[in-house]
């Protein structure tokens, strides 16, 4: 009579083989569907290790992974060995990976040219009758990150507190920032108030290894750029 062979538990596999520490030592890219399945189920059963329990859910979708997330709790508690529990990690996790995709589709805009920031800032700034300041956050790959407000003024002028804007670019890790502010009054020629802010951003960017692409004037549908007048 054949003997059968003794099930090893995942405690038992060399360290490099277990599911978390595999995880740990080489990152995500290095375990199998099974293998991450398995993290989320956390345990197997008396005779069946998590990793094998992953297989056998993975088989009994043809190792398709959109039609595993088609399935309900109650399709995967069919699987031997799969209760609520687990079959609800199961499910929370691939939605999860769902709506990253569906967040990642819609790719942020690129910051290519003093154009392209007024093109996104015009809406906010053109026709406001007071002053606005506000700042653009973006990666290093000039993609946007956040664009937020830093100040509101009156008709003659607004305070920005370059402190608040780098706490707002090391808050959301922006390696590049556009700062930008109406004039309502029309006139685009920059205010001796205007140039000495555009100087201490300019050093402070220095310091924290944040660029300072560019600052914008904004008077109804015209812009001062001070990148392109060479002013930074």
Request: charged share 25%; net charge positive; hydrophobic share 40%.
């Amino acid at each position: 009579m054949k003997k059968q062979a003794k099930f090893l538990h995942i405690k038992n596999w060399a360290v490099e083989d277990r599911p978390r520490e595999k995880l740990l030592l080489k990152g995500t890219a290095a375990l199998s569907d099974a293998e991450l399945i398995a993290i989320l189920l956390g345990t197997g059963t008396a005779s069946t290790s998590a990793v094998d329990l992953a297989k056998t859910v993975l088989q009994s979708v043809g190792h398709n992974l959109d039609d595993l997330a088609r399935l309900s709790v109650n399709d995967l508690m069919k699987i031997k060995g799969i209760g609520e529990a687990k079959a609800i990690a199961i499910i929370s996790a691939l939605e999860l990976g769902r709506r990253r995709k569906d967040t990642s589709s819609t790719e942020k805009p690129k910051i290519s040219s003093s154009g392209d920031a007024y093109s996104l800032l015009k809406s906010n700034l053109m026709d406001k009758p007071h002053e606005e300041f506000w700042v653009l956050l973006l990666n290093r790959n000039n993609r946007l990150i956040k664009m937020q407000q830093v100040s509101l003024g009156g008709v003659h002028g607004t305070v920005a507190d370059p402190k608040i804007i780098f706490k707002l670019a090391l808050e959301e890790l922006a390696s590049i920032i556009i700062v930008a502010h109406n004039h309502p009054s029309g006139n685009l020629t920059p205010s001796r108030q205007d140039i000495d802010l555009t100087n201490k951003l300019k050093e402070s960017s220095k310091l924290l290894e944040i660029t300072l692409a560019d600052h914008l004037i904004i008077a109804g549908k015209e812009y001062f750029s001070f990148a392109d007048e060479g002013l930074l």
